[in-house]
T-cell receptor
Framework: GDSVTQMEGPVTLSEEAFLTINCTYT??????LFWYVQYPGEGLQLLLK?????DKGSNKGFEATYRKETTSFHLEKGSVQVSDSAVYFC????????????FGQGTTLQVKP | DAGVIQSPRHEVTEMGQEVTLRCKPI?????LFWYRQTMMRGLELLIY????????DSGMPEDRFSAKMPNASFSTLKIQPSEPRDSAVYFC????????????FGQGTRLTVV
């Protein structure tokens, strides 16, 4: 079945460092790909998305490119801030009409001043 | 719009008791998802509905778990009888239209079974 694999955390960075969180997926058909973020005590919220191969999603300085050839959707940010500390989830919605939405394990990011 | 509303926010119950979690999706959304989040297993999809019809319940752990969606504005997840290993945060999410659209999450219900 479909699945999403993320790099294990936690990831600890200093402020203004470069961030990469790896995400790879397995899916049949043509899934849509998402990154969600979860702040402490809250539900998940969408960070960015890409719906077809070679699309780049971006938001708040974060970017991810849908790479069909490597089945990847890595999250990047050039300069992280303390306020970016959160748990990040990679997700896919399968290409069927029903759109099952499944998530990776989540990666905790801690940014230190 | 108030977003996805879950109740209760916190629930503490004794082992063996019945627990019912509730979810009100965003008006107009036609897909609804129930997830369970734990440190060990991450975010697991339990069941999802399209147009009030259960599409895939393969993630439901066992027969003690059941979910219903009697209409477009309400869903329940029931655990009977509850066990300590059911302790987790349970999230409900809803989505409008096709698979390219984002899902919106509720604040979650933190369940503790003692």
């Amino acid at each position: 079945g479909d699945s999403v694999t993320q790099m294990e955390g936690p990831v600890t960075l200093s402020e203004e460092a470069f961030l990469t969180i790896n995400c790879t997926y397995t899916a049949t058909g043509y899934p849509s790909l998402f990154w969600y973020v979860q702040y402490p005590g809250e539900g998940l919220q969408l960070l960015l998305k890409a719906t077809k191969a070679d699309d780049k999603g971006s938001n708040k300085g974060f970017e991810a490119t849908y790479r069909k050839e490597t089945t990847s959707f890595h999250l990047e940010k050039g300069s992280v801030q303390v306020s970016d500390s959160a748990v990040y989830f990679c997700a896919l919605s399968d290409g069927s009409n029903t759109g099952k939405l499944i998530f990776g394990q989540g990666t905790t990011l801690q940014v230190k001043p | 719009d108030a977003g996805v509303i879950q109740s209760p926010r916190h629930e503490v119950t004794e082992m063996g008791q019945e627990v019912t979690l509730r979810c009100k999706p965003i008006s107009g959304h036609n897909s609804l998802f129930w997830y369970r989040q734990t440190m060990m297993r991450g975010l697991e999809l339990l069941i999802y509905f399209n147009n009030n019809v259960p599409i895939d319940d393969s993630g439901m752990p066992e027969d003690r778990f059941s979910a219903k969606m009697p209409n477009a504005s309400f869903s329940t997840l029931k655990i009977q009888p509850s066990e300590p290993r059911d302790s987790a945060v349970y999230f409900c999410a809803s989505r409008q239209g096709s698979v390219v659209h984002e899902a919106f999450f509720g604040q979650g219900t933190r369940l503790t079974v003692v």
